[in-house]
């Protein structure tokens, strides 16, 4: 059995109920839930949300099952393992017990069917405890510094006079999905395990929303390219 786990709080800070503001007259979770219904690849799309105004959307645009969150585990310090746990824990009580776990965020928008796919597949093979989606840094951090009263301090020596090109890509998390099976969500507290494999995105499928400005560029993006997304 596959499951998709999507978190969604209300009490997100920079963009107020940022997880239902509307895009094209949408709430975003909605475009998100309604694109995973499509794909046709999970048996179970779950909810984990702390609102009941986000419990009545998810289910009109497709949720198999919304599943409330205490105040506890939606706080700002709570890491998406314990989620998904606090999730896996309540299926167990409802005898549902799934072999692949995939954790979404609903402003995921352009999430891909083959990315995900590819993880999943990735997952299997390498036999990860994880695999998430990744996406490099526009600028080679190894010219990185800091900068403290005015004064900056590299982080990497050696790097002044190497052609951009030739130096290592460095990733990070691109959080837009997660993907691992029963044992390692309730095995581990972190997706970082030293275990862990990644699928890399391109920066335009996986625009971060934290700001009012990144959600103008997503919503701009999104609109521009409703066919792809949709």
């Known amino acids: ?26 709430p975003i979770i909605g475009i998100v839930i309604k694109k995973l219904v499509k794909m046709s690849f999970f048996d179970h799309i779950i909810v984990s949300t702390d609102s009941k105004k986000y419990e009545k959307i998810s289910y009109k645009y497709g949720a198999n099952l919304v599943l409330s969150r205490n105040k506890k585990l939606s706080a700002d310090n709570i890491g998406i393992n314990q989620v998904v746990r606090d999730v896996l824990n309540k299926l167990k009580l409802k005898k549902i017990y799934p072999k692949l776990i995939v954790c979404i965020y609903p402003t995921s928008i352009f999430i891909d069917k083959k990315k995900i796919v590819d993880g999943i597949n990735l997952f299997k093979n390498k036999k990860f405890n994880f695999v998430i989606s990744a996406t490099n840094f526009s600028h080679p951090i190894q010219r ?39 044992n390692s969500w309730t095995k581990y507290r972190t997706v970082f395990t030293g275990n862990t494999g ?33």
Do not use: H, V
């Not at 499928?205 to 949709?230: G, H, P, R, S, V």
């Open 144 to 182: 990185s510094f800091t900068i403290r009263n005015y004064s900056i301090k590299k982080n990497f020596k050696g790097f002044e006079n190497i052609q951009t090109q030739k130096i290592e890509k460095n990733y990070f998390d691109a959080a837009q999905f997660y993907i691992g099976n029963l």
């Open 1 to 26: 059995m596959n499951i998709c786990i999507i978190p969604a709080r209300k009490g997100s800070k920079r963009i107020k109920n940022k997880n239902i503001k509307k895009i094209n007259g949408k």
């Open 198 to 230: 990644a699928i890399e995105l391109s920066k335009d499928q996986c625009q971060d929303i934290d700001e009012i400005t990144d959600w103008k560029l997503a919503e701009m993006i999104y609109k521009k390219n409703q066919k792809k997304y949709n």
